[in-house]
């Protein structure tokens, strides 16, 4: 009995020191971003040496992946679905936005500090599958009911990817825009794209 509570005490405090691991990790990717995070600075501020740090996670990787899993369910973006019963895409797009950018805007440091990285470090991308993945996904529900002329579904795919980019609702705040205007920026823009008669083709974002 007595080895048996040392074993599941033992299996306890590796469990906390994972824990502890792992939320040092997210709380410094969020203040400071993924590439200017060291292994040092994470074992310092969980409490526990460094090589502590690669016995719970002997690759970077590893980490990384764990940290993100558990941040995005933690904390996982508006889900789209809830906006196809909105049958007025104008009122849909406004509907989605709003949540989008409430979200942006309770998370803001996270995500500047976080998808800076991926953006200067495109090989991070596939720790971040559920913001990228949840983001297309919203820009398709956003696309439909649209009356389309000419090249609107390629103008219109652009446009809504622009107008549910956390870069772009950044910009807009920073140049001192609420919420609001910039809800109402957008649908602008978006529905201008949806009318849009010329057969020049959009351009291509950045991949």
């Keep these: ?11 306890q405090q590796q469990r906390d020191t994972r824990r502890r691991i792992v939320e040092a990790t997210i709380e410094l990717h969020s203040k400071f971003g993924p590439m200017r995070t ?15 740090v ?22 996982p ?7 196809r019963g ?3 895409p104008v009122i849909r797009l406004r509907h989605g936005l709003k949540q989008l950018y409430a979200y942006y805007r309770q998370h803001e440091l ?34 439909t009911g649209w009356r389309r002329r000419g090249q609107a579904p390629a103008w219109l795919q652009a446009g809504l990817g622009h107008a549910t980019d956390f870069f772009a609702w950044r910009s807009l705040r920073r140049q001192g825009l609420s919420d609001g205007k910039v809800v109402e920026f957008m ?5 201008a794209f949806a009318a849009q008669r010329t057969t020049r083709e959009p351009i291509r974002p950045l991949r």
Excluded at 1 to 11: E, I
Excluded at 120 to 139: G, N
Excluded at 187 to 191: D, E, Q
Aim: with cysteine.
């Design 1 to 11: 009995m007595r080895r048996r509570y040392k074993l599941k005490r033992r299996a």
């Design 38 to 52: 060291s292994i040092l600075a994470i074992a310092e501020r969980a409490g526990v040496e460094r090589p502590t």
């Design 86 to 88: 909105i049958g007025d």
């Design 187 to 191: 649908r602008t823009m978006v529905a």
């Design 54 to 75: 690669y016995r719970h996670f002997p690759t970077t990787d590893e980490l990384f992946a764990t940290c993100s899993d558990h941040y995005w369910k933690r904390h």
């Design 110 to 143: 996270t995500l500047w500090n976080v998808l800076r990285d991926l953006e200067d470090h495109p090989e991070l991308r596939r720790f971040a599958r559920h913001p990228i993945e949840r983001l297309q996904q919203s820009a398709e529900v956003l696309s």
């Design 77 to 83: 973006l508006p889900d789209p679905d809830s906006w």
